[in-house]
């Protein structure tokens, strides 16, 4: 079965630092790797995706994430936080890209950018 | 871009009673729809996954005889949490895939049962 690991519960940051969220993710076969956000309130939004291709992928709002495939992992970094990046983190995974397969979520990781 | 409308986007039921939510794919045919749930503080669980026209697949430990699943249309599906009771207070978030496109959300329902 897919599950998905998510090693951060709650990340404290000053705005301008760095982050890097990790994700770990199992499962044997080809996967799509997803990063979603929510904001407080809000819905949830896709940052960025992987399906195949370059294993570092760019997304919204400075987003980036590196698909490493022998560490199951697919971290996700920014390179300097802003305060509007206070928010919900969701890793997400699903093991093929068929209609009828749903994405199995992480925990979520909670991030808190002081001003 | 696809959207999928959700509504309500909040209900308050008193326990006991039943309340139904509805999903659309607004610009988009969906085969499967897929019913989450959100606890406070915590991710999104997979209830079930929703075929039109037929029954739906629920998860273990999710009960089907209480979270009625109805995938009636290739834009519609509706999850009825039946005999609601206070435990059942959470937030409901449907989404669906746009051929292989990645899911999207609708903006969810919070359901409070007092």
């Known amino acids: 079965a897919q599950s998905v690991s998510q090693h951060n519960h709650h990340v404290i940051l000053s705005e301008a630092a760095s982050l890097e969220l990790g994700c770990n993710y199992s499962y044997g076969g080809t996967v799509n790797l997803f990063w979603y956000v929510q904001y407080p309130g809000q819905h949830l939004q896709l940052l960025l995706k992987?399906?195949?291709?370059?294993?570092l992928v760019k997304g919204i709002k400075g987003f980036e994430a590196e698909f490493i495939k022998s560490k199951f992992s697919f971290n996700l970094r920014k390179p300097s936080v802003q305060w509007s990046d206070t928010a919900e983190y969701f890793c997400?995974?699903?093991?093929?890209?068929?209609?009828?397969?749903?994405?199995?979520f992480g925990k979520g990781t909670t991030l808190s950018v002081s001003s | 871009g696809a959207v999928v409308s959700q509504h309500p986007s909040w209900v308050i039921c008193k326990s006991g009673t039943s309340v139904k939510i509805e999903c659309r794919s607004l610009?988009?045919?969906?085969?499967?729809m897929f019913w989450y749930r959100q606890f406070p503080k915590q991710s999104l669980m997979l209830m079930a996954t929703s075929n039109e026209g037929s029954k739906a697949t629920y998860e273990q430990g999710v009960e089907k005889d209480k979270f009625l699943i109805n995938h009636a249309s290739l834009t519609l599906s509706t999850l009825t949490v039946t005999s609601a009771h206070p435990e059942d207070s959470s937030f409901y978030i449907c989404?669906?895939?746009?051929?292989?496109?990645?899911?999207?959300f609708g903006n969810g329902t919070r359901l409070t049962v007092t």
């Open positions: 997400a995974v699903n093991g093929g890209t068929q209609a009828g397969t749903a994405l199995i």
């Open positions: 610009d988009f045919q969906a085969t499967t």
């Open positions: 989404s669906a895939r746009d051929g292989t496109a990645p899911l999207h």
């Open positions: 992987y399906f195949s291709g370059d294993p």
